[in-house]
């Protein structure tokens, strides 16, 4: 069974740094896309960042410049760099792979991890 295993959100204070990991486990042939997104307490889930195979990004317009997004292919792991956090930036953050293959060649469109908690004080 393919799972998304995200760790390092945590509490942290305005202006700090954050770095979140997520693993794609079980047998993995291939995953096109690789992200995160994020859902504030009633606000609806938004995109924080994405990233290909080929390492092409995509970024929400309040993660420019101060998050990255970075990927091991060869672990299937996608990570997400955080800095100058704001207290806005406080919410779940979920792992997101889209078009994932196994290696008995089942096709996922789009998976989801756990989500883990960033909070941000101010």
């Known amino acids: 069974q393919v799972q998304l295993v995200e760790s390092g959100g945590g509490l942290v204070q305005a202006g700090g740094s954050l770095r979140l990991s997520c693993a794609a486990s079980?047998?993995?042939?291939?995953?096109?896309?690789m992200g995160w997104y994020r859902q504030a307490p009633g606000k609806q889930r938004e995109l924080v960042a994405r990233i290909t195979t080929d390492s092409s990004t995509n970024y929400g317009d309040f993660a420019k410049g101060r998050f990255t997004i970075s990927r091991d292919n060869a672990k299937n792991t996608v990570y997400l760099q955080m800095n100058n956090l704001k207290p806005e930036d406080t919410a779940v953050y979920y792992c997101?792979?889209?078009?994932?293959?196994?290696?008995?060649?089942?096709?996922?469109?789009?998976?989801w991890g756990q989500g883990t908690q960033v909070t941000v004080s101010s």
């Open positions: 079980g047998s993995i042939f291939s995953i096109d896309r």
């Open positions: 997101n792979a889209d078009r994932l293959v196994d290696r008995s060649r089942f096709y996922y469109a789009t998976k």
